[in-house]
T-cell receptor, first 111, second 115 residues
Framework: KQEVTQIPAALSVPEGENLVLNCSFT??????LQWFRQDPGKGLTSLLL?????REQTSGRLNASLDKSSGRSTLYIAASQPGDSATYLC??????????FGTGTSLTVIP | GAGVSQSPSNKVTEKGKDVELRCDPI?????LYWYRQSLGQGLEFLIY????????KSGLPSDRFSAERTGGSVSTLTIQRTQQEDSAVYLC?????????????FGPGTRLTVL
């Protein structure tokens, strides 16, 4: 069974810093990997989706990479802002169309 | 609609009662997923609908849980004889196709509290 792990569980950084969030998965047989953010009391907002054949995707200050063979993905956030404070979740889509989610990284950006 | 909607946003019930949670997916999305998010836990897959195909119920934790999707659109998740461990946020997501590369779009969730 696929297991998705996110490290660290929590991260606190001063405003303006660049940071990296990590996601690892145990089975490389995935269709894609998606990064989400979740604000308190809210649903999930999709940030980036990387196909299994891709190595990275970029959107604004966000860059996500995927190394399928090693079972790893990173989400890079440049020039962090207080508005980036949220929980970040990664999820992999596997054969059978199920998604497996990590437990998330809680990010706090200090003004 | 503009996005996935869920109702109610909050539900408090007594142990042993039945509850129904509703999800309205994005118009035209053929795939619909239900997840459960318990405090401090990741998202737990519950059930998946794709078009008119039989749903994938492999994630339902017990036979007290059931879901249906009427007309390929609105879905209802029913929990019978609720238990305290059912307390969680229930999230619904939809996707335009059950193809390999399509994104999931999530609703705001229903927070269920079983007293």
């Amino acid at each position: 069974k696929q297991e998705v792990t996110q490290i660290p569980a929590a991260l606190s950084v001063p405003e303006g810093e660049n940071l990296v969030l990590n996601c690892s998965f145990t089975d490389s047989a995935i269709y894609n990997l998606q990064w989400f953010r979740q604000d308190p009391g809210k649903g999930l907002t999709s940030l980036l989706l990387i196909q299994s054949s891709q190595r990275e995707q970029t959107s604004g200050r966000l860059n996500a990479s995927l190394d399928k063979s090693s079972g790893r993905s990173t989400l890079y956030i440049a020039a962090s802002q207080p508005g980036d404070s949220a929980t970040y979740l990664c999820a992999v889509r596997v054969p059978g169309n199920q998604f497996y989610f990590g437990t998330g990284t809680s990010l706090t950006v200090i003004p | 609609g503009a996005g996935v909607s869920q109702s109610p946003s909050n539900k408090v019930t007594e142990k042993g009662k039945d509850v129904e949670l509703r999800c309205d997916p994005i118009s035209g999305h053929t795939a619909l997923y239900w997840y459960r998010q318990s405090l401090g836990q990741g998202l737990e897959f519950l059930i998946y609908f794709q078009g008119n195909s039989a749903p994938d119920k492999s994630g339902l934790p017990s036979d007290r849980f059931s879901a249906e999707r009427t007309g390929g659109s609105v879905s209802t998740l029913t929990i019978q004889r609720t238990q305290q461990e059912d307390s969680a946020v229930y999230l619904c997501a939809s996707s335009s196709l059950a193809g390999l590369y399509n994104e999931q779009f999530f609703g705001p969730g229903t927070r269920l509290t079983v007293l």
